[in-house]
């Protein structure tokens, strides 16, 4: 098998910290650095998401079905950003007001 060989397929992701998800693996170079691409089927057919990690967190990589990678999912949805994870500055952005230089 040559290293140019690409893995892509349905599987479920161990991560370090007893994080489970499962959906479509693949490979992705961001930024020059190698990461796994995990797209997260939503539920219903809604929605979905896009996971990307690196294989240093990587416990444990599961080869399956689509139907099996889609029930795990179903169970294991990766929580999308809300609002409490938008943090508010302390102090409102200063203005730049190009006028007082006149």
Known sequence: MSEN???EGWCIIEQMGHKRIAGYVSEQVIGGHSFIRVD???QDG???ATQFIT????Y???PCTEHIARR???N???SPVTIWDLKTPALPAASRDDDEDS
């Open 5 to 7: 060989n690409a893995f």
């Open 40 to 42: 997260v089927p939503g």
């Open 46 to 48: 809604n929605g979905g």
């Open 55 to 58: 294989g240093q967190t990587v």
């Open 60 to 62: 444990a990589i599961t």
């Open 72 to 74: 795990v999912a179903a």
């Open 76 to 78: 294991s949805q990766p």
